[in-house]
């Protein structure tokens, strides 16, 4: 076990540097026979659950760029809730308008 969590270790820092990110992460191996996944990022750590050293070594690399990934788009979705949030305050304003004026028109 801790030949093959070396040897994912290794194959993290490879990866960084291909990337020049990720610098932060660490990775920790623990398989699972009964897990859902085969591994997620928490954190700053890749949790690895696979079985074989050949499949973890797949969904660290998997993982990995998923997170390199997820970052990049971050700034995106963050201006795309931040769009919403803003038309849905709008929308709230005009109808509690509308609301008001069909109130007083009924009364």
Not at 45 to 56: F, G
Not at 63 to 91: G, H, R, T, W
């Amino acid at each position: 076990m801790k030949r093959g969590e070396a040897k994912l270790s290794e194959e993290l820092k490879k990866l960084q540097s291909l990337l020049n990110q990720g610098h932060e992460l660490k990775v920790v191996w623990t398989p699972k026979q009964d897990s859902n996944l085969d591994g997620e990022v928490k954190g700053d750590t890749i949790h690895v659950y696979s079985q074989s050293l050949e499949q973890a070594l797949k969904t660290l690399r998997h993982e990995f760029l998923d997170f390199v990934m997820s970052e990049m788009i971050e700034p995106y979705k963050q201006v795309a809730n931040s769009l919403i949030a803003l038309v849905n305050k709008q929308a709230y304003i005009k109808k509690e308008k509308l609301v008001e004026k069909l109130a007083n028109l009924v009364s």
